[in-house]
């Protein structure tokens, strides 16, 4: 084996076992999960990511993967059955990676609570249910269903229609696969000696013994210790680290040794993380209140330290000596300090884990030769707190990260020794020595609490560049986690507290009992049961990606002389090329040739719209991640060791990076947009008021979970095969035509399915499949490139960020009258879609409300970033976002309920848009009515009224928001679509229309709608893929108006059979579906045909601001509460109540999950992710673990959302609504909320009335707009004096 191979490689490109996914190859998205089992005393099975594994590691330990535990064709798991049937599984691709860590739980513990799940999948992510679905198919497993999971009153998870849990095959632990007998007895063979393995780069050496370690650790300093590889594993993917000698000392028994002694308790170096977590609990239950408080601390980390399957891995020796100035335990063991015993072959020595042990940034004291053998936890004498802030809770790296510990002198609150260790402000981990001591010998109380700020203000600085940004935010945290400190301890002397709201964590604040619920309408009684049209019937592909049987792109199996492509991407902004060298990556082995534009063979101009972008640069670098070439060998490893020796000389040109620069530049891409009606002059004349404003809103990575990839295959005659996750295969066939310089009738794309879209893949896939075609066709063998996360993010763009700016004029009523506002979007080095996505931000630039005299603006900021694209909303959730804030404004400004300004000025019946589209069959009201009613609207603005009176540091929010989306392509060309249907001799029928399945269900409603009009049922219909040679010319997958467009061409296509066949169904009425098949075959009957669909009456003209835009809309509200923490800026969501339109569903349970996975996608833009660009333009946030999406604990406790009944829509297909893009607008009302609740925060200070609050809502905003005594110590640096980390794009 080679040392540099990962389990995932292995088990993907060695034995074409591909159901285990790559997401990330970091640790960070769970895609890659595998259960692994090792017999020590007993058989120990743990969830592992597969990604950060080394094949070497898994001496005498038996690997589950998904296909090991049930198939489609064998027998389901019912692990696997339920993720399934509850709908919890869209795109699939996170879906064995869910479905392992939840086996993994079940073979340690058969009858897990609900706490016990949700810990099981702190390292799983989904970008795409929502994950509510997931957990209640996985509750169906648990005990104490009613403890964490409590189900009000009237609601009954167990009672919505979209499953049945009665339905589940039982399940049974006994019937589990057993740990391998050979292993077993091998394992019990206790030494297995040195074990070596050798590869091209490093040599793997396994000791078995404490002294072969110390000696081979002697004769190799600079060998890596490796356990978990948590570390390592990054440093040699992601920092081109190359180790060549690795020391694995995990199966060491002094390192994995756990002992008590007089003082505390000693863990071997190698114990992993969740083992010492184990032994922690058991000794907090076990001993005394007053011994544990350390060990408290330390658990408190540990559970919100990485995910699982980290932590079963990591080891605690990797985490100290890892160095990292953000560890999460090293503050720990500083505050309360712990020894750490050091060893070489000549002896051991025992340092005390304090300011001394690191010297500097991931340096220690130890020597080359010396390895840590244990650290000692002590029992504490001390009051100890760990604090941990990060942008996200569950699996993140921390932002600040303290603790802190304190002794009094005997029967007093005299301070005798104290300790404030903090991560995240230096280069190490540090002591607070300065303020420590200072506080010595004075009493615990408001005095000390006064000294210790201007002290820890003056002691804990950062430079204002600081790398990590967010300076102003962190010198703060550290005043806020030193109070929350200051009061638990107060607490702990039971003292008089008045502001004990201080103390607490919003993680602890649970004391909203959480519940998950779903309204649907129910199908009318007596239909028949083979129509499936408005069911909620599972998801057509769902069984297969929970088995891991699901084809994805790159798990087509590899051709015999198939060959792996790496991009060349420029690392400057913009910049003129001077040179490109590759001779050193030609030589490098496996390489068979390096790519460059002179390869190209047609046109190397290319651009879904407008062709003003390279396939590959040649002159000049218009962002960092411009494609200028590719190396193509013979794997993957090899291609990409060979990209990154192609040297690039560039001549550096003045980058424009952000909206604000590209505005001072006045670079701007053309037309710039305009929508007028009304008389703006005479509606600011009319206003009571004027008020102005602005608020930027932050880009959105997709995060699809399978990245862009592409397989090129060239066939005969210039023909090219080409397999694509792409929401666009027509596009992606003319543009590689246009590159290949062959008419589009050689080329044939085809998609199976996506791991997920998004927008993602509606246009910038064509780039990577653009270059992998032509290296296909240059060397006349297939071509594969998956790109890696990082790549990908880099590479493909995203949700612009917006800038709005307005002014609106308004009656004392709180009535809008007049309206100006101008959007700014970053569009990056080309167009793209940019120019539609801004006129969608513009047609929905009053969201829902009635505005009489209006004026919206568009600008596209021409900028060096990687050009920005389509993303679920396209520009319509920034152009509401901006509406929201000036609707907010209106009502702070007035001091009244923004509820009531924001009903005041709803549209009703009749009211025409600014772009003069009247609007008929409006359901706002009712949405509106139902959710103040469903969510106690009226209730809950009292209680948290009250809430917010009794608490100084925790504050709740309460907003509600609707929102109206638009539905058609607003380019009238793109709103048509085909379908294919062959029926065959059996009655079988394959059905093909021109969307792509993405996860978001399409092909199951497809099946649903031919089912319906042919009569059949489903079982009897197939989809196989889209294909450009079955259903050419089509539209993306977009827009939300898939089902519409694709949904109304399968019908028109079943119709046209339907009376081919009617004349057989008439001569023979009892017969069955293949009876009348059989008869029209042998009558000679084409029983194959197309379908074609155009939405009818369409077309907007910008110049007369006439004609119809939307063939209609969709609307929805929702309410939701949130608590934020007001020291900390971590805030919690309470509860949402979502009321969506979608007309009469054609698939409630598929419409369900899309509100949800749309309602949580929006929940990470407006409240968690972040994209942070340097200010040279480099995106600094390249995987999951410094951009985060929502996970897991990120969904409200509370969770309702139900469908509007009685709303059928009479322009689309079975009076079905597009469900999409609508419902990720509402996440909208969790931002306000939070705005809100930061209200109440300032309000505190004495500080009202409207201010600015920027998207996303993210930890560091929440805490630096609630204004106070500490905010005020840490002011931030004077903007233009010094060089910022990132930037606002
Ligand atoms: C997705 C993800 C999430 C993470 N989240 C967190 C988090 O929330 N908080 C946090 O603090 N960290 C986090 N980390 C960092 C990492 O997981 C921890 O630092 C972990 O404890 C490292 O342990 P390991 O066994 O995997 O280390 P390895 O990668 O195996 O080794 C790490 C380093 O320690 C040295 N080393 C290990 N053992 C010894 C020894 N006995 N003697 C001498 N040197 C030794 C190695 O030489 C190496 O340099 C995260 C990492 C990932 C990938
Ligand atoms: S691929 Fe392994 S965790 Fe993402
Ligand atoms: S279903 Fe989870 S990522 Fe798509």
């Given at each position: 084996?080679?040392?540099?191979?990962?389990?995932?490689?292995?088990l993907?490109?060695?034995?074409?076992?591909t159901?285990?996914?790559?997401?990330?190859?970091?640790?960070?998205?769970g895609?890659?999960?595998?259960?692994?089992?090792?017999?020590?005393?007993?058989t120990?099975?743990?969830?592992?990511?597969a990604?950060?594994a080394?094949?070497c590691?898994l001496?005498?330990?038996?690997?589950?993967?998904?296909?090991?535990?049930?198939?489609?064709?064998?027998?389901?798991?019912?692990?696997?059955?339920?993720?399934?049937?509850?709908?919890?599984?869209?795109c699939?691709?996170?879906?064995?990676?869910?479905v392992?860590?939840?086996?993994?739980?079940?073979?340690?513990?058969?009858k897990?609570?609900?706490?016990?799940v949700?810990?099981?999948?702190?390292?799983?992510?989904?970008?795409?249910?929502?994950y509510?679905?997931?957990?209640?198919?996985?509750?169906?497993?648990?005990?104490?269903?009613?403890?964490?999971?409590?189900?009000p009153?009237?609601?009954?998870?167990?009672?919505?229609?979209?499953?049945?849990p009665?339905?589940?095959?039982?399940?049974?632990?006994?019937?589990?696969?057993?740990?391998?007998p050979?292993?077993?007895?091998?394992?019990?063979?206790?030494?297995?000696?040195?074990?070596?393995?050798r590869?091209?780069?490093?040599?793997?050496?396994?000791?078995?013994?404490?002294?072969?370690?110390?000696?081979?650790?002697?004769?190799?300093?600079?060998?890596?210790?490796?356990?978990?590889?948590?570390?390592?594993?990054?440093?040699?993917?992601?920092?081109?680290?190359v180790?060549?000698?690795?020391?694995?000392?995990?199966?060491?028994?002094?390192?994995?040794?756990?002992?008590?002694?007089?003082?505390?308790?000693?863990?071997?170096?190698?114990?992993?993380l969740?083992?010492?977590?184990a032994?922690?609990?058991?000794?907090?239950?076990t001993?005394?209140?007053?011994?544990?408080?350390?060990?408290?601390?330390?658990?408190?980390?540990?559970?919100?330290?990485?995910?699982?399957?980290?932590?079963?891995?990591?080891?605690?020796?990797?985490?100290?000596?890892?160095?990292?100035?953000?560890?999460?335990?090293?503050?720990?063991?500083?505050?309360?300090?712990?020894?750490?015993?050091?060893?070489?072959?000549?002896g051991?020595?025992?340092?005390?884990m304090?300011?001394?042990?690191?010297?500097?940034?991931?340096?220690?004291?130890?020597?080359?030769?010396?390895?840590?053998?244990?650290?000692?936890?002590p029992?504490?004498?001390?009051?100890?707190?760990?604090?941990?802030?990060?942008?996200?809770?569950?699996?993140?790296?921390?932002?600040?990260?303290?603790?802190?510990s304190?002794?009094?002198?005997?029967?007093?609150?005299?301070?005798e020794?104290?300790?404030?260790?903090?991560g995240g402000?230096a280069?190490t981990?540090?002591l607070?020595?300065?303020?420590?001591?200072?506080?010595?010998?004075r009493?615990?109380?408001?005095?000390?609490l006064?000294?210790a700020?201007?002290?820890?203000?003056?002691?804990?600085?950062?430079?204002?560049s600081?790398?990590?940004g967010?300076?102003?935010?962190r010198?703060t945290?550290t005043?806020?986690l030193?109070?929350?400190?200051?009061?638990?301890?107060l607490?702990?002397?039971?003292l008089?507290?008045s502001?004990?709201?201080?103390?607490?964590?919003?993680?602890?604040a649970?004391n909203i009992?959480?519940?998950l619920?779903c309204?649907?309408?129910?199908?009318?009684?007596?239909?028949s049961?083979?129509?499936?049209?408005?069911?909620p019937?599972?998801?057509?592909?769902?069984l297969k990606?929970?088995?891991?049987?699901?084809v994805?792109?790159?798990?087509?199996?590899?051709?015999?002389?198939?060959?792996?492509?790496?991009?060349?991407?420029?690392?400057?902004?913009?910049a003129?090329?001077?040179?490109?060298?590759?001779?050193?990556?030609?030589?490098?082995?496996?390489?068979?040739?390096?790519?460059?534009?002179?390869?190209?063979?047609?046109c190397?101009?290319?651009?879904p719209?407008?062709?003003d972008?390279?396939?590959l640069?040649?002159?000049?670098?218009?962002?960092?991640?411009?494609?200028?070439?590719?190396?193509?060998?013979?794997?993957?490893?090899?291609?990409?060791?060979?990209?990154?020796?192609?040297r690039v000389?560039?001549?550096?040109l003045?980058?424009?990076?952000?909206?604000?620069?590209?505005?001072?530049?006045?670079?701007?891409?053309?037309p710039?947009?305009?929508?007028?009606?009304?008389?703006?002059e005479?509606?600011f004349?009319?206003?009571?008021h004027?008020?102005?404003?602005?608020?930027?809103?932050?880009?959105?990575?997709?995060?699809?979970?399978e990245?862009?990839?592409?397989?090129?295959?060239p066939?005969?005659?210039?023909?090219?095969?080409?397999?694509?996750?792409?929401?666009?295969?027509s596009?992606?066939?003319?543009?590689v035509?246009?590159?290949?310089?062959?008419?589009a009738?050689?080329?044939?794309?085809?998609?199976?399915?996506?791991?997920?879209?998004?927008?993602?893949?509606?246009?910038?896939?064509?780039?990577?499949?653009?270059?992998?075609a032509?290296?296909?066709?240059?060397?006349?063998?297939?071509?594969?490139?998956?790109?890696?996360?990082?790549?990908?993010?880099?590479?493909?763009?995203?949700?612009?960020?917006?800038?709005?700016?307005?002014?609106v004029?308004?009656?004392?009523?709180?009535?809008?009258?007049?309206?100006?506002?101008?959007?700014?979007?970053?569009?990056?080095?080309?167009?793209?879609?940019?120019?539609?996505?801004?006129?969608?931000?513009?047609?929905?630039?009053?969201?829902?409300?009635?505005?009489?005299?209006?004026?919206?603006?568009?600008?596209l900021?021409?900028?060096?970033?990687p050009?920005n694209?389509?993303?679920r909303g396209?520009?319509?959730?920034?152009?509401?976002?901006?509406?929201?804030?000036?609707?907010?404004?209106?009502?702070?400004?007035?001091?009244?309920?923004?509820?009531?300004?924001?009903?005041?000025?709803?549209?009703?019946?009749?009211?025409?848009?600014?772009?003069?589209?009247?609007?008929?069959?409006?359901?706002?009201?009712?949405?509106w009515?139902?959710?103040?009613?469903?969510?106690?609207?009226?209730?809950?603005?009292?209680?948290?009224?009250?809430?917010?009176?009794?608490?100084?540091?925790t504050?709740?929010?309460?907003?509600?928001?609707?929102?109206?989306f638009?539905?058609s392509?607003?380019?009238?060309?793109?709103?048509?679509?085909?379908?294919l249907?062959h029926?065959?001799?059996?009655?079988?029928?394959l059905?093909?229309?021109?969307?792509t399945?993405?996860?978001?269900g399409?092909h199951?409603?497809?099946?649903?709608?031919?089912?319906r009009?042919?009569?059949?049922?489903?079982?009897?219909?197939?989809?196989?893929?889209?294909?450009?040679?079955?259903?050419?010319?089509?539209?993306?997958?977009?827009?939300?108006?898939?089902s519409?467009?694709?949904?109304?061409?399968?019908?028109?296509?079943?119709?046209?059979?339907?009376?081919?066949?009617?004349?057989?169904?008439?001569k023979?009425?009892?017969?069955?579906?293949?009876d009348?098949?059989?008869?029209?075959?042998f009558d000679?009957?084409?029983?194959?045909?197309?379908?074609?669909?155009k939405?009818?009456?369409?077309?907007y003209d910008?110049?007369?601001?006439?004609?119809?835009?939307?063939?209609?809309?969709?609307?929805?509200?929702?309410?939701?509460?949130?608590?934020?923490?007001?020291?900390?800026?971590?805030?919690?969501?309470l509860?949402?109540?979502?009321?969506?339109?979608?007309?009469n569903s054609?698939?409630?349970?598929?419409?369900?999950?899309?509100?949800?996975?749309?309602?949580?996608?929006?929940?990470?833009?407006?409240?968690?992710?972040e994209?942070h660009y340097?200010?040279?333009?480099?995106?600094?946030?390249?995987?999951?673990?410094?951009?985060?999406?929502?996970?897991f604990?990120d969904?409200?406790a509370q969770?309702?959302?139900?469908?509007?009944?009685?709303?059928?829509?009479?322009?689309a297909?079975?009076?079905?609504?597009a469900?999409?893009?609508?419902?990720?607008?509402?996440a909208?009302?969790?931002?306000?909320?939070?705005?809100d609740?930061?209200?109440?925060?300032?309000?505190?200070?004495?500080?009202?009335?409207?201010f600015?609050?920027?998207?996303?809502?993210?930890?560091?905003?929440?805490?630096?707009?609630c204004?106070?005594?500490?905010?005020?110590?840490c002011?931030?640096?004077?903007?233009?004096?010094?060089?910022?980390?990132?930037?606002?794009?």
């Open positions: 084996a080679d040392p540099e191979m990962t389990l995932l490689t292995y993907r490109r060695k034995l074409g076992l159901g285990t996914k790559l997401g990330c190859a970091e640790g960070g998205c895609a890659c999960t595998v259960m692994l089992s090792r017999y020590q005393t007993h120990h099975h743990y969830a592992v990511n990604c950060l080394p094949l590691s001496h005498l330990v038996a690997v589950t993967t998904v296909e090991g535990i049930g198939s489609v064709a064998r027998e389901l798991h019912p692990v696997q059955e339920r993720i399934a049937m509850a709908h919890g599984s869209q699939g691709f996170c879906t064995p990676g869910i392992m860590s939840m086996y993994a739980l079940l073979r340690n513990n058969p897990p609570k609900m706490a016990d949700e810990e099981a999948f702190h390292g799983n992510l989904c970008r795409c249910t929502g509510r679905p997931i957990l209640e198919g996985y509750k169906t497993f648990t005990v104490v269903r009613n403890t964490r999971y409590l189900t009153v009237n609601v009954d998870l167990f009672t919505t229609s979209l499953f049945n009665a339905d589940f095959t039982p399940f049974d632990p006994t019937q589990e696969v057993i740990f391998p050979e292993l077993m007895s091998l394992s019990k063979d206790q030494r297995s000696g040195l074990l070596c393995f590869g091209d780069r490093a040599s793997w050496l396994q000791p078995d013994s404490l002294d072969e370690f110390l000696r081979l650790k002697w004769e190799h300093p600079d060998a890596r210790v490796v356990v978990g590889n948590t570390e390592v594993g990054i440093e040699v993917k992601f920092k081109n680290m180790y060549p000698v690795i020391l694995a000392p995990a199966f060491i028994p002094e390192l994995n040794n756990v002992s008590h002694t007089a003082d505390g308790v000693v863990f071997g170096a190698a114990c992993t969740s083992h010492m977590g032994v922690l609990k058991k000794a907090v239950e001993l005394p209140p007053h011994q544990t408080e350390v060990f408290l601390a330390v658990l408190e980390q540990l559970r919100w330290f990485a995910g699982l399957q980290i932590r079963n891995v990591a080891a605690v020796g990797g985490n100290i000596m890892t160095a990292s100035p953000i560890s999460d335990l090293n503050p720990v063991f500083m505050a309360a300090g712990c020894r750490l015993t050091l060893m070489d072959k000549d051991s020595r025992v340092v005390q304090d300011d001394g042990f690191f010297t500097g940034y991931r340096k220690t004291v130890l020597r080359p030769q010396e390895i840590l053998l244990s650290i000692e936890i029992y504490s004498k001390k009051l100890v707190s760990a604090f941990k802030q990060s942008p996200r809770r569950e699996d993140d790296i921390s932002i600040v990260t303290a603790a802190m304190v002794t009094f002198t005997p029967g007093t609150d005299v301070v020794d104290l300790r404030l260790s903090y402000m280069a981990t540090v607070a020595k300065k303020t420590a001591n200072g506080l010595l010998g009493h615990w109380g408001e005095e000390l006064q000294e700020c201007s002290l820890l203000a003056k002691e804990m600085t950062l430079d204002p600081a790398p990590g967010m300076v102003t935010y010198r945290l005043l806020s030193f109070y929350k400190f200051y009061l638990t301890v607490q702990k002397l039971r008089q507290v502001e004990h709201s201080g103390c607490f964590s919003y993680r602890e649970e009992p959480p519940y619920s309204h649907l309408q129910a199908v009318p009684e007596g239909r049961q083979d129509d499936s049209v408005g069911r019937m599972m998801h057509l592909s769902a990606q929970a088995t891991g049987e699901a994805y792109c790159d798990d087509v199996p590899l051709y015999e002389n198939e060959l792996y492509l790496a991009l060349i991407t420029s690392s400057k902004a913009h003129n090329i001077l040179s490109v060298d590759a001779s050193a990556a030609e030589k490098m082995p496996g390489v068979v040739t390096c790519l460059f534009a002179d390869d190209i063979p047609g190397n101009a290319t651009g719209i407008e062709h972008e390279t396939v640069a040649h002159r000049q670098v218009t962002c960092v991640g411009h494609i200028i070439g590719a190396v193509v060998a013979d794997t993957q490893l090899h291609a990409q060791r060979a990209a990154k020796a192609v000389q560039y001549e550096e003045q980058p424009i990076i952000t909206i604000q620069e590209a505005i001072a530049a006045k670079s701007f891409y053309q710039i947009r305009t929508i007028q009606k009304g008389d703006l005479a509606g004349k009319q206003a009571d004027i008020l102005e404003g602005e608020i930027h809103i932050g880009g959105q990575e997709h995060f699809y979970l990245t862009n990839v592409t397989l090129a295959v066939r005969e005659e210039g023909e090219m095969e080409l397999f694509v996750s792409t929401q666009s295969a596009k992606t066939q003319s543009l035509a246009k590159a290949l310089g062959v008419p009738n050689r080329v044939v794309v085809r998609v199976k399915r996506m791991g997920g879209g998004f927008g993602g893949k509606e246009s910038r896939t064509t780039l990577l499949s653009t270059v992998v032509v290296a296909a066709n240059k060397l006349k063998r297939p071509v594969r490139c998956m790109l890696d996360r990082d790549e990908d993010m880099m590479i493909t763009g995203g949700r612009h960020p917006f800038y709005g700016k307005y002014k004029g308004f009656l004392n009523s709180g009535k809008v009258v007049s309206l100006d506002v101008s959007y700014y979007s970053n569009v990056g080095n080309s167009m793209d879609l940019s120019a539609s996505v801004m006129e969608r931000a513009l047609f929905h630039m009053e969201n829902s409300y009635s505005v009489a005299n209006v004026r919206g603006r568009g600008f900021c021409r900028t060096n970033l050009s694209t389509a993303f396209f520009g319509g959730p920034q152009g509401m976002m901006v509406t929201e804030s000036w609707m907010t404004d209106v009502a702070q400004s007035l001091g009244r309920p923004a509820e009531q300004v924001r009903r005041l000025n709803l549209y009703v019946e009749g009211e025409s848009t600014p772009y003069n589209q009247v609007l008929d069959q409006i359901t706002l009201d009712r949405c009515d139902e959710c103040l009613t469903r969510s106690g609207y009226q209730e809950r603005r009292a209680a948290v009224d009250v809430y917010n009176s009794q608490n100084r540091w504050k709740r929010g309460l907003a509600i928001v609707p929102t109206k638009g539905i392509f607003t380019v009238v060309f793109l709103n048509q679509a085909g379908a249907v029926i065959y001799t059996d009655g079988s029928v059905l093909t229309h021109g969307g399945e993405m996860g978001q399409l199951t409603k497809m099946v649903q709608v031919a089912s009009v042919l009569g059949i049922p489903c079982s009897k219909i197939h989809i196989s893929e889209t294909s450009t040679n079955t259903v050419p010319n089509t539209s993306p997958t977009a827009a939300s108006a898939s519409d467009l694709n949904g109304g061409a399968v019908q028109n296509a079943c119709e046209t059979l339907n009376q081919r066949l009617q004349p057989y169904k008439t023979n009425p009892k017969g069955s579906w293949e009348w098949v059989r008869a029209a075959y000679r009957v084409n029983l194959s045909t197309n379908g074609f669909y939405t009818p009456n369409l077309g910008f110049e007369t601001n006439s004609g119809r835009a939307f063939n209609y809309f969709s609307y929805g509200v929702a309410c939701s509460e949130v608590e934020i923490d007001c020291l900390t800026g971590a805030h919690k969501n509860s949402t109540t979502i009321v969506m339109d979608v007309g054609l698939n409630p349970a598929i419409d369900i999950g899309q509100v949800e996975g749309a309602f949580m996608q929006g929940l990470g833009l407006f409240t968690l992710e994209l340097s200010p040279q333009g480099v995106l600094l946030t390249r995987g999951p673990g410094s951009y985060k999406i929502p996970a604990g969904i409200p969770l309702t959302v139900s469908l509007l009944r009685d709303a059928p829509n009479q322009k297909v079975f009076a079905s609504k469900v999409g893009e609508p419902p990720l607008f509402l909208a009302s969790v931002f306000y909320a939070i705005k609740a930061i209200s109440a925060s300032r309000a505190e200070s004495g500080i009202s009335g409207p600015r609050l920027d998207s996303p809502a993210s930890a560091e905003r929440i805490r630096n707009a204004s106070d005594r500490f905010t005020k110590l002011p931030p640096a004077e903007p233009g004096s010094f060089t910022p980390w990132s930037v606002q794009v």
